[in-house]
């Protein structure tokens, strides 16, 4: 691959991560919380009942600090608990209140609509292409994620 294309992957991906987080912006907006804390719910999207605050800020590769935080504001709004973790008394269990699996449902079915409304003008093919090359950059990037070598 020449290097004129490196520079329009990088420049695609760029702009692609700017339309992400404005998108991720109006979602939050719609469901009254903030990009953070969305950020934070996310992961109960993929299925997670219970995660620590340690996990929690291993996902979200911010600090632990800055989890409690997050989940402070979202147990004040009553959408997360916070739990002592039976198998080590020091640790911290978060999960959903029936609230908080409410504004799941609703972010799972707003993004579902986002994503259904953006592509339904596109032919099958396409979105089989879009998803082939997507599945082939998660893959790639989830192995090259801890090398910054080179510039970002």
Known sequence: MNENSIEK????????????????????????ISTSELNCLKIFIEGSIKISVKDLAERLNITSGGVTKIVGQLEEQGILRRDMDPED?????????????SL????????????????????????????????????VWGKNAGDISGSC
């Open 89 to 101: 008394r020091r640790g911290i269990l978060v999960s959903l209140t029936s609230k908080g699996r």
């Open 9 to 32: 992957i990088s420049e695609y991906l760029n702009q692609i991560k700017g339309k992400c987080q404005l998108k991720d912006r109006k979602i939050a907006e719609k469901l009254s």
């Open 104 to 139: 799941i449902n609703k972010l799972h079915k707003i993004t579902n609509d986002y994503y259904t409304s953006m592509f339904s003008g596109l032919p099958d093919k396409e979105k089989e292409k879009i998803l082939s090359g997507l599945e082939s950059l998660n893959e």
